[in-house]
């Protein structure tokens, strides 16, 4: 499978963005999708998942309340619609494939597919 993420930007503090992840190719199989991020200097942080059917979605603490994961079924897109941005929030942020279970979906280790990063700055 293929993913191409885009929608970063600059952005203000308190702003609103929003990032898509298509996913192209041989997308059977897939059973859910994940947005990690990392900012310079530091370790690659686990920001929300969902599972292909949308039915369950999970979130990191720090984005929980300001951040939302959907996906478009017909588009085979998974976004993420990030609110009431802060700087902290500034990274390059990646999507991911999984095709094992919902096991621990806040593990990269879960992932097998990963798109290219699209960077996400905020400023204050």
């Known amino acids: 499978v293929q993913l191409q993420a885009s929608g970063g930007g600059l952005v203000q503090a308190g702003g609103s963005l929003r990032l898509s992840c298509a996913a192209s190719?041989?997308?059977?199989?897939?059973?859910?999708m994940g947005w990690f991020r990392q900012a310079p200097g530091k370790e690659q942080e686990f920001v929300a998942a969902i599972t292909w059917s949308a039915r369950r979605t999970y979130y990191a603490n720090s984005v929980k309340g300001r951040f939302t994961i959907s996906r478009d079924n017909a588009e085979n897109t998974v976004f993420l619609r990030m609110n009431s941005l802060k700087p902290e929030d500034t990274a390059v942020y990646y999507c991911a494939a999984s095709r094992t279970g919902w096991g621990s979906p806040s593990s990269p280790y879960e992932y097998d597919s990963w798109g290219q990063g699209t960077q996400v700055t905020v400023s204050s």
């Open positions: 190719g041989v997308i059977f199989g897939i059973n859910s």
